[in-house]
Protein backbone atom coordinates (compact mmCIF):
# COMPACT_ATOMS: atom_id res chain seq x y z
CA UNK A 1 0.00 0.00 0.00
CA UNK A 2 1.55 3.38 -0.92
CA UNK A 3 -1.08 6.13 -0.37
CA UNK A 4 -1.04 6.97 3.60
CA UNK A 5 -4.56 7.64 4.63
CA UNK A 6 -6.07 9.17 7.52
CA UNK A 7 -8.30 7.97 10.13
CA UNK A 8 -10.02 8.92 13.21
CA UNK A 9 -10.74 7.22 16.47
CA UNK A 10 -13.81 7.60 18.66
CA UNK A 11 -13.16 6.59 22.63
CA UNK A 12 -9.27 6.90 24.07
CA UNK A 13 -7.27 6.81 26.93
CA UNK A 14 -3.68 6.12 26.97
CA UNK A 15 -3.25 6.43 30.51
CA UNK A 16 -5.55 5.15 33.88
CA UNK A 17 -5.68 2.43 35.99
CA UNK A 18 -6.17 0.02 33.37
CA UNK A 19 -5.58 -0.78 29.11
CA UNK A 20 -8.14 0.19 26.65
CA UNK A 21 -8.76 -0.29 23.64
CA UNK A 22 -8.51 2.86 21.80
CA UNK A 23 -5.19 3.60 23.12
CA UNK A 24 -3.73 0.46 22.23
CA UNK A 25 -5.39 0.86 18.89
CA UNK A 26 -3.43 4.45 18.48
CA UNK A 27 -0.22 2.77 20.47
CA UNK A 28 0.19 -0.21 17.81
CA UNK A 29 -0.65 2.41 14.61
CA UNK A 30 2.50 4.53 15.98
CA UNK A 31 4.54 1.56 16.28
CA UNK A 32 7.55 2.05 13.66
CA UNK A 33 6.62 0.60 10.22
CA UNK A 34 2.84 -0.35 11.22
CA UNK A 35 1.46 2.92 10.09
CA UNK A 36 3.10 2.24 6.55
CA UNK A 37 2.11 -1.79 6.43
CA UNK A 38 -2.00 -0.85 7.41
CA UNK A 39 -1.52 2.18 4.42
CA UNK A 40 -2.79 4.83 7.09
CA UNK A 41 -1.05 7.91 9.15
CA UNK A 42 0.85 7.22 12.06
CA UNK A 43 -1.23 9.83 14.30
CA UNK A 44 -4.77 9.96 13.92
CA UNK A 45 -6.43 13.18 12.38
CA UNK A 46 -8.54 13.39 15.76
CA UNK A 47 -9.21 11.97 18.82
CA UNK A 48 -12.67 11.99 20.61
CA UNK A 49 -13.09 11.34 24.09
CA UNK A 50 -15.56 11.96 27.08
CA UNK A 51 -14.31 15.50 27.67
CA UNK A 52 -14.06 16.50 24.19
CA UNK A 53 -12.69 16.43 20.52
CA UNK A 54 -8.85 16.88 20.28
CA UNK A 55 -5.87 17.22 17.86
CA UNK A 56 -3.53 14.30 17.24
CA UNK A 57 -1.75 14.65 20.14
CA UNK A 58 -5.21 14.15 22.44
CA UNK A 59 -4.39 16.98 24.45
CA UNK A 60 -4.86 20.24 21.60
CA UNK A 61 -8.85 20.74 21.85
CA UNK A 62 -9.99 20.90 18.24
CA UNK A 63 -11.63 23.57 16.61
CA UNK A 64 -14.88 21.19 16.27
CA UNK A 65 -17.37 20.65 19.19
CA UNK A 66 -19.25 17.99 17.95
CA UNK A 67 -18.68 15.53 15.30
CA UNK A 68 -22.27 15.41 13.83
CA UNK A 69 -21.37 19.60 12.78
CA UNK A 70 -18.45 17.42 10.67
CA UNK A 71 -19.00 16.09 6.95
CA UNK A 72 -15.92 15.56 5.92
CA UNK A 73 -14.41 12.50 7.54
CA UNK A 74 -11.02 10.70 7.15
CA UNK A 75 -11.04 7.24 5.16
CA UNK A 76 -11.53 5.31 8.58
CA UNK A 77 -12.47 6.35 11.97
CA UNK A 78 -12.22 3.40 14.70
CA UNK A 79 -14.93 3.18 17.74
CA UNK A 80 -13.70 2.18 21.05
CA UNK A 81 -16.34 3.36 22.66
CA UNK A 82 -17.45 2.12 26.09
CA UNK A 83 -20.71 -0.61 25.32
CA UNK A 84 -24.15 0.75 26.54
CA UNK A 85 -27.18 -1.19 26.74
CA UNK A 86 -28.53 1.31 23.79
CA UNK A 87 -25.43 1.62 21.99
CA UNK A 88 -26.94 4.87 21.08
CA UNK A 89 -23.78 7.56 21.66
CA UNK A 90 -21.79 4.98 18.94
CA UNK A 91 -24.60 4.68 17.10
CA UNK A 92 -25.21 8.08 16.23
CA UNK A 93 -21.32 8.83 15.32
CA UNK A 94 -21.39 5.32 12.98
CA UNK A 95 -24.41 6.40 11.47
CA UNK A 96 -23.22 10.17 10.52
CA UNK A 97 -19.90 8.82 9.46
CA UNK A 98 -21.58 6.07 6.98
CA UNK A 99 -23.83 8.62 5.92
CA UNK A 100 -20.91 10.82 4.56
CA UNK A 101 -19.71 7.90 2.72
CA UNK A 102 -16.33 7.12 4.62
CA UNK A 103 -15.49 3.90 6.61
CA UNK A 104 -16.12 2.68 10.38
CA UNK A 105 -14.26 -0.20 12.36
CA UNK A 106 -15.88 -0.70 15.91
CA UNK A 107 -15.64 -2.46 18.82
CA UNK A 108 -18.90 -1.45 20.61
CA UNK A 109 -21.34 -3.98 20.61
CA UNK A 110 -24.66 -1.99 21.92
CA UNK A 111 -24.96 -0.27 18.86
CA UNK A 112 -24.49 -3.05 16.55
CA UNK A 113 -27.24 -5.30 18.35
CA UNK A 114 -29.87 -2.64 18.81
CA UNK A 115 -29.41 -1.34 14.58
CA UNK A 116 -28.39 -4.41 13.08
CA UNK A 117 -30.85 -4.10 9.29
CA UNK A 118 -30.07 -0.30 9.75
CA UNK A 119 -26.04 -0.22 10.20
CA UNK A 120 -25.89 -2.87 7.51
CA UNK A 121 -28.21 -0.84 4.70
CA UNK A 122 -26.44 2.10 5.55
CA UNK A 123 -23.04 0.44 4.84
CA UNK A 124 -23.69 -1.58 1.86
CA UNK A 125 -23.67 -4.98 3.61
CA UNK A 126 -20.76 -4.14 6.07
CA UNK A 127 -18.40 -3.38 3.02
CA UNK A 128 -18.03 -0.16 5.01
CA UNK A 129 -18.36 -1.51 8.74
CA UNK A 130 -15.98 -3.51 10.29
CA UNK A 131 -17.81 -5.38 13.50
CA UNK A 132 -15.51 -8.08 13.94
CA UNK A 133 -14.26 -6.82 17.12
CA UNK A 134 -17.79 -7.13 18.59
CA UNK A 135 -17.78 -10.60 19.42
CA UNK A 136 -14.70 -12.94 20.10
CA UNK A 137 -12.09 -9.74 20.64
CA UNK A 138 -9.20 -11.10 18.91
CA UNK A 139 -10.61 -14.42 17.75
CA UNK A 140 -12.40 -13.31 14.51
CA UNK A 141 -14.83 -16.02 15.13
CA UNK A 142 -17.75 -13.99 12.72
CA UNK A 143 -15.47 -14.35 9.60
CA UNK A 144 -14.62 -17.93 10.73
CA UNK A 145 -18.45 -18.73 11.51
CA UNK A 146 -19.18 -17.32 8.09
CA UNK A 147 -17.15 -19.17 5.95
CA UNK A 148 -18.03 -22.58 8.27
CA UNK A 149 -21.93 -21.79 7.99
CA UNK A 150 -22.85 -21.28 4.51
CA UNK A 151 -25.40 -24.60 3.97
CA UNK A 152 -27.53 -24.14 6.83
CA UNK A 153 -29.11 -27.88 6.49
CA UNK A 154 -25.85 -29.22 6.82
CA UNK A 155 -25.39 -27.20 10.50
CA UNK A 156 -26.31 -29.34 13.88
CA UNK A 157 -24.83 -27.32 16.38
CA UNK A 158 -22.75 -24.58 17.33
CA UNK A 159 -21.15 -23.75 20.50
CA UNK A 160 -19.47 -20.69 21.45
CA UNK A 161 -18.03 -19.13 24.77
CA UNK A 162 -18.54 -15.40 23.92
CA UNK A 163 -17.58 -13.58 27.32
CA UNK A 164 -14.13 -13.60 28.15
CA UNK A 165 -14.02 -12.08 31.14
CA UNK A 166 -16.39 -15.44 33.31
CA UNK A 167 -14.32 -17.59 31.17
CA UNK A 168 -11.24 -16.15 32.62
CA UNK A 169 -12.81 -15.83 36.05
CA UNK A 170 -14.11 -19.06 36.29
CA UNK A 171 -10.68 -20.74 34.62
CA UNK A 172 -9.19 -19.05 37.55
CA UNK A 173 -10.82 -19.80 40.46
CA UNK A 174 -11.62 -23.31 39.54
CA UNK A 175 -9.25 -24.51 36.88
CA UNK A 176 -9.45 -27.70 34.79
CA UNK A 177 -7.32 -30.59 35.83
CA UNK A 178 -7.02 -30.51 39.57
CA UNK A 179 -4.51 -27.09 39.62
CA UNK A 180 -4.91 -24.57 42.67
CA UNK A 181 -7.45 -22.21 41.83
CA UNK A 182 -7.05 -18.27 42.83
CA UNK A 183 -9.31 -16.59 45.29
CA UNK A 184 -12.44 -14.76 43.84
CA UNK A 185 -11.32 -11.32 44.44
CA UNK A 186 -7.83 -12.24 43.22
CA UNK A 187 -9.54 -12.72 39.69
CA UNK A 188 -12.08 -10.55 39.70
CA UNK A 189 -9.02 -7.89 40.02
CA UNK A 190 -6.70 -9.50 37.62
CA UNK A 191 -9.88 -9.24 34.59
CA UNK A 192 -10.14 -5.53 35.73
CA UNK A 193 -6.21 -4.74 35.61
CA UNK A 194 -6.12 -6.52 31.85
CA UNK A 195 -8.84 -4.35 30.63
CA UNK A 196 -10.64 -7.69 30.21
CA UNK A 197 -13.91 -6.46 32.02
CA UNK A 198 -16.28 -3.53 30.88
CA UNK A 199 -14.60 -0.91 33.68
CA UNK A 200 -16.97 0.43 36.51
CA UNK A 201 -17.91 3.91 36.20
CA UNK A 202 -15.46 6.45 37.11
CA UNK A 203 -15.12 6.55 41.08
CA UNK A 204 -17.12 3.17 41.30
CA UNK A 205 -16.08 -0.32 42.00
CA UNK A 206 -17.59 -3.72 41.24
CA UNK A 207 -17.32 -6.85 43.55
CA UNK A 208 -16.62 -10.29 41.77
CA UNK A 209 -20.22 -11.20 42.04
CA UNK A 210 -21.46 -8.33 40.64
CA UNK A 211 -18.79 -8.31 37.08
CA UNK A 212 -19.88 -11.87 36.56
CA UNK A 213 -23.26 -10.74 36.37
CA UNK A 214 -23.00 -7.54 34.39
CA UNK A 215 -21.20 -9.54 32.09
CA UNK A 216 -23.52 -12.25 31.84
CA UNK A 217 -26.50 -9.92 31.68
CA UNK A 218 -25.20 -7.26 29.23
CA UNK A 219 -22.67 -8.46 27.57
CA UNK A 220 -23.89 -12.24 26.55
CA UNK A 221 -27.21 -11.40 24.58
CA UNK A 222 -25.57 -8.83 22.87
CA UNK A 223 -22.83 -10.86 21.23
CA UNK A 224 -25.35 -14.14 21.37
CA UNK A 225 -27.36 -11.67 18.29
CA UNK A 226 -24.73 -10.14 16.83
CA UNK A 227 -23.46 -13.42 16.18
CA UNK A 228 -26.64 -14.97 14.94
CA UNK A 229 -26.80 -11.80 12.60
CA UNK A 230 -23.81 -11.52 11.23
CA UNK A 231 -23.20 -15.30 10.63
CA UNK A 232 -26.20 -15.00 8.36
CA UNK A 233 -28.06 -18.12 10.78
CA UNK A 234 -31.80 -16.71 10.12
CA UNK A 235 -33.58 -15.50 7.42
CA UNK A 236 -34.95 -12.35 9.82
CA UNK A 237 -32.80 -10.30 12.29
CA UNK A 238 -32.83 -11.69 15.91
CA UNK A 239 -33.52 -9.24 18.19
CA UNK A 240 -30.72 -9.18 21.26
CA UNK A 241 -33.34 -8.03 23.67
CA UNK A 242 -35.56 -11.34 23.31
CA UNK A 243 -32.29 -12.75 24.80
CA UNK A 244 -32.38 -10.59 28.21
CA UNK A 245 -32.03 -12.70 31.62
CA UNK A 246 -31.83 -11.96 35.26
CA UNK A 247 -28.77 -13.84 37.31
CA UNK A 248 -30.37 -14.21 40.79
CA UNK A 249 -28.25 -14.62 43.78
CA UNK A 250 -27.69 -17.80 44.39
CA UNK A 251 -27.45 -18.52 40.35
CA UNK A 252 -23.94 -16.95 40.81
CA UNK A 253 -23.36 -18.91 43.87
CA UNK A 254 -23.90 -21.90 42.52
CA UNK A 255 -21.47 -20.80 39.28
CA UNK A 256 -18.98 -19.82 41.46
CA UNK A 257 -19.20 -23.10 43.35
CA UNK A 258 -18.99 -25.29 40.72
CA UNK A 259 -16.49 -23.07 38.46
CA UNK A 260 -14.23 -26.23 37.26
CA UNK A 261 -17.13 -27.26 35.31
CA UNK A 262 -19.72 -24.38 34.41
CA UNK A 263 -18.79 -22.29 31.38
CA UNK A 264 -20.80 -19.61 29.93
CA UNK A 265 -21.92 -21.38 26.61
CA UNK A 266 -24.08 -20.19 23.71
CA UNK A 267 -25.53 -23.14 22.12
CA UNK A 268 -27.34 -22.38 18.32
CA UNK A 269 -29.22 -26.05 17.70
CA UNK A 270 -30.85 -26.39 14.35
CA UNK A 271 -34.73 -27.23 15.28
CA UNK A 272 -34.92 -30.62 14.36
CA UNK A 273 -31.98 -31.70 16.38
CA UNK A 274 -32.65 -29.68 19.18
CA UNK A 275 -35.92 -31.75 19.33
CA UNK A 276 -34.53 -35.21 18.53
CA UNK A 277 -31.60 -35.24 21.31
CA UNK A 278 -31.29 -31.78 23.44
CA UNK A 279 -34.79 -31.09 24.81
CA UNK A 280 -35.00 -34.50 25.53
CA UNK A 281 -31.92 -34.45 28.26
CA UNK A 282 -31.96 -32.96 31.77
CA UNK A 283 -30.94 -29.75 31.32
CA UNK A 284 -29.14 -27.97 34.64
CA UNK A 285 -28.09 -24.64 32.64
CA UNK A 286 -27.64 -21.89 35.77
CA UNK A 287 -29.09 -18.54 34.05
CA UNK A 288 -29.30 -17.49 30.87
CA UNK A 289 -32.07 -18.18 27.98
CA UNK A 290 -33.99 -20.47 25.56
CA UNK A 291 -35.08 -18.71 22.17
CA UNK A 292 -36.27 -20.43 18.87
CA UNK A 293 -35.96 -17.98 15.84
CA UNK A 294 -35.80 -18.61 12.24
CA UNK A 295 -35.43 -22.64 12.38
CA UNK A 296 -33.06 -22.30 15.35
CA UNK A 297 -32.98 -23.23 19.02
CA UNK A 298 -30.79 -20.77 20.81
CA UNK A 299 -29.59 -21.62 24.26
CA UNK A 300 -27.75 -20.05 26.48
CA UNK A 301 -26.61 -19.84 29.86
CA UNK A 302 -23.43 -21.50 32.46
CA UNK A 303 -23.43 -25.00 30.97
CA UNK A 304 -22.61 -28.19 32.24
CA UNK A 305 -19.36 -29.11 30.08
CA UNK A 306 -20.20 -32.83 30.49
CA UNK A 307 -23.55 -32.34 28.98
CA UNK A 308 -22.18 -32.26 25.32
CA UNK A 309 -19.41 -34.21 23.85
CA UNK A 310 -18.68 -30.34 21.72
CA UNK A 311 -18.50 -28.77 24.86
CA UNK A 312 -14.99 -30.23 25.87
CA UNK A 313 -12.64 -27.93 23.20
CA UNK A 314 -14.35 -24.88 25.36
CA UNK A 315 -13.87 -26.48 28.85
CA UNK A 316 -10.07 -26.08 28.94
CA UNK A 317 -10.48 -22.43 27.70
CA UNK A 318 -8.75 -20.41 30.01
CA UNK A 319 -7.06 -16.71 30.44
CA UNK A 320 -9.77 -14.31 28.51
CA UNK A 321 -10.45 -17.25 26.00
CA UNK A 322 -13.24 -17.21 23.56
CA UNK A 323 -14.36 -20.19 21.17
CA UNK A 324 -16.54 -21.76 18.49
CA UNK A 325 -17.46 -25.47 17.76
CA UNK A 326 -19.12 -26.13 14.69
CA UNK A 327 -20.97 -29.68 14.29
CA UNK A 328 -21.64 -30.18 10.50
CA UNK A 329 -23.50 -33.02 8.67
CA UNK A 330 -25.75 -35.17 10.12
CA UNK A 331 -23.76 -36.90 13.70
CA UNK A 332 -20.82 -34.61 13.00
CA UNK A 333 -19.84 -36.64 9.91
CA UNK A 334 -18.54 -33.60 8.34
CA UNK A 335 -16.16 -32.87 11.47
CA UNK A 336 -16.36 -30.59 14.01
CA UNK A 337 -14.16 -28.25 13.60
CA UNK A 338 -12.96 -25.40 16.87
CA UNK A 339 -11.49 -21.83 16.37
CA UNK A 340 -10.18 -20.65 19.90
CA UNK A 341 -8.51 -17.45 20.86
CA UNK A 342 -8.16 -14.16 23.06
CA UNK A 343 -11.71 -13.27 23.22
CA UNK A 344 -10.41 -9.83 25.73
CA UNK A 345 -7.85 -7.69 25.73
CA UNK A 346 -7.31 -3.85 24.20
CA UNK A 347 -4.20 -5.83 22.44
CA UNK A 348 -5.87 -8.59 20.18
CA UNK A 349 -9.05 -6.86 20.01
CA UNK A 350 -7.36 -3.52 18.44
CA UNK A 351 -5.61 -5.93 15.94
CA UNK A 352 -8.39 -7.84 15.01
CA UNK A 353 -9.99 -3.71 14.49
CA UNK A 354 -6.82 -3.05 12.51
CA UNK A 355 -7.21 -6.43 10.25
CA UNK A 356 -11.14 -5.48 9.72
CA UNK A 357 -9.91 -2.08 8.17
CA UNK A 358 -6.88 -3.82 5.96
CA UNK A 359 -10.14 -6.37 4.96
CA UNK A 360 -12.27 -3.43 3.51
CA UNK A 361 -9.69 -1.58 1.87
CA UNK A 362 -9.09 -4.91 -0.13
CA UNK A 363 -12.55 -6.02 -0.58
CA UNK A 364 -13.03 -2.98 -2.20
CA UNK A 365 -9.80 -2.62 -4.13
N1 LIG B 1 -11.52 -4.44 26.56
C1 LIG B 1 -11.69 -5.51 25.80
O1 LIG B 1 -11.03 -6.53 25.96
C2 LIG B 1 -12.72 -5.50 24.70
C3 LIG B 1 -12.84 -6.61 23.84
C4 LIG B 1 -13.78 -6.57 22.79
C5 LIG B 1 -14.58 -5.45 22.65
N2 LIG B 1 -14.46 -4.42 23.53
C6 LIG B 1 -15.32 -3.25 23.35
O2 LIG B 1 -14.49 -2.16 22.99
C7 LIG B 1 -15.05 -0.95 23.50
C8 LIG B 1 -13.99 -0.22 24.29
O3 LIG B 1 -13.62 -1.04 25.36
P1 LIG B 1 -12.59 -0.53 26.45
O4 LIG B 1 -12.31 -1.69 27.31
O5 LIG B 1 -11.49 0.14 25.74
O6 LIG B 1 -13.51 0.54 27.22
P2 LIG B 1 -13.08 1.76 28.16
O7 LIG B 1 -11.86 1.39 28.90
O8 LIG B 1 -14.29 2.18 28.90
O9 LIG B 1 -12.67 2.90 27.15
C9 LIG B 1 -13.61 3.64 26.46
C10 LIG B 1 -13.06 5.02 26.16
O10 LIG B 1 -14.11 5.80 25.59
C11 LIG B 1 -14.09 7.10 26.15
N3 LIG B 1 -15.45 7.60 26.23
C12 LIG B 1 -16.43 7.24 27.07
N4 LIG B 1 -17.57 7.88 26.79
C13 LIG B 1 -17.30 8.71 25.75
C14 LIG B 1 -18.07 9.64 25.01
N5 LIG B 1 -19.35 9.85 25.24
N6 LIG B 1 -17.45 10.31 23.99
C15 LIG B 1 -16.15 10.10 23.74
N7 LIG B 1 -15.36 9.23 24.40
C16 LIG B 1 -15.95 8.54 25.40
C17 LIG B 1 -13.50 6.95 27.53
O11 LIG B 1 -12.81 8.15 27.77
P3 LIG B 1 -12.34 8.62 29.23
O12 LIG B 1 -11.14 7.79 29.54
O13 LIG B 1 -12.06 10.05 29.01
O14 LIG B 1 -13.51 8.36 30.14
C18 LIG B 1 -12.57 5.76 27.39
O15 LIG B 1 -11.26 6.17 27.15
C19 LIG B 1 -16.26 -1.35 24.34
O16 LIG B 1 -17.40 -1.15 23.58
C20 LIG B 1 -16.03 -2.82 24.63
O17 LIG B 1 -17.23 -3.53 24.80
C21 LIG B 1 -13.54 -4.39 24.52
Redesign the pocket.
Known amino acids: MSEALEWGL????NS?S?P????ELARQIAEPGVAQRYGLSPKPLFI????GIYEADGETPSAVSSLTDVNDFPDVTFV????TDDGL??YDNIAHILDRGKRVVT????AIANNFADLEARSENFQRLGIT??VG?GTRMIKIAQEYCQVHPDITQIHVTPN?TTTAMLSLIGPQGGAAGVSLGIAADQVVRL??A??PG?GSSQTPQEIIKGEAEG?IPKKTAIFFNAVGLGDTVLDWKKLQFELKPEDIVRVIKEATERRFIVSYYSKQFFQEFVSRSDDDTVGGFSVEHDGWQIVGGFQHVGQNPLFGELATLNG?GNGVVFGLGHNERYGHPVLKGS????GP?AYTMLSDYLAMRRDSA
Open positions: IGHRGYNVGGVKTSALPSVAAEKGATGGGYEPPDPGAGPT
